[in-house]
């Protein structure tokens, strides 16, 4: 079946402007995660979305960041007055609990660079 | 607090070399560990997922086995070729958190 899918796969912008990013998930998977890729760095968590839960957001850097997922499949991240330190490539994962190993997929990935 | 060190950050080989990437972590209490691979400008694709009850893994060439007692995992990968050039990335979900502790990946390249 389809894979985790993203959009877009590339966006530029310019310091102070909002942002958006899409993540898809595979059909059936209640578990969503958000992750950031900085240039020569390991992946940073962001937020981790399961099911009905209420969203463990420990890892969003500031205030100016926030995610949404609506009807438990389609996951929004919002990135508000965007900073030059903002760029990155962001990739989300899903996975699905009934197959006990959580076993994580991800997207290709949004490269967000700020002008 | 979990802590994963990859070793080593880059290894370059000659193609056919049978190679070890090793992966360690402080909390042994962990629910599963992944390993992914990145090539440049991708996402992760999975390789291989060792649970908590499992010593080891195998895909074709891969291997990967679990020492939870140690504190270690270790990939193996046989007989090497260029298309194996990639990032390496080791993640453990842990603590009763299935937010997994990703490694900075050991830098692959298997030259011709």
């Known amino acids: 079946g389809a894979g985790v899918s993203q959009s877009p796969s590339n966006k530029v912008t310019e310091k102070g402007k909002d942002v958006e990013l899409r993540c898809d998930p595979i059909s059936g998977h209640t578990a969503l995660y958000w992750y950031r890729q900085s240039l020569g760095q390991g992946l940073e968590f962001l937020i981790y979305?399961?099911?009905?839960?209420?969203?463990?957001k420990s890892g969003l850097p500031s205030d100016r960041f926030s995610a949404e997922r609506t009807g438990g499949s389609v996951s929004t991240l919002t990135i508000q007055r965007t900073q030059q330190e903002d760029s990155a490539v962001y990739l989300c994962?899903?996975?699905?609990?009934?197959?006990?190993?959580?076993?994580?997929?991800f997207g290709p990935g949004t490269r967000l660079t700020v002008t | 607090k979990q802590e994963v060190t990859q070793i080593p950050a880059a290894l370059s080989v000659p193609e056919g070399e049978n190679l070890v990437l090793n992966c360690s972590f402080t909390?042994?209490?962990?629910?599963?560990l992944q390993w992914f691979r990145q090539d440049p400008g991708k996402g992760l694709t999975s390789l291989l997922l060792?649970?908590?009850?499992?010593r080891e893994q195998t895909s074709g060439r891969l291997n990967a086995s679990l020492d939870k007692s140690s504190g270690r995992s270790t990939l193996y990968i046989a007989a090497s070729q260029p298309g194996d050039s990639a990032t390496y990335l080791c993640a453990l979900a842990s603590g009763g958190s299935y937010i997994p502790t990703f490694g900075r990946g050991t830098s692959l390249i298997v030259h011709p």
């Open positions: 979305f399961q099911g009905n839960s209420a969203p463990d």
């Open positions: 909390d042994s209490a962990i629910y599963n």
């Open positions: 060792i649970q908590s009850s499992q």
């Open positions: 994962a899903s996975s699905s609990p009934t197959e006990l190993s959580y076993e994580q997929y």
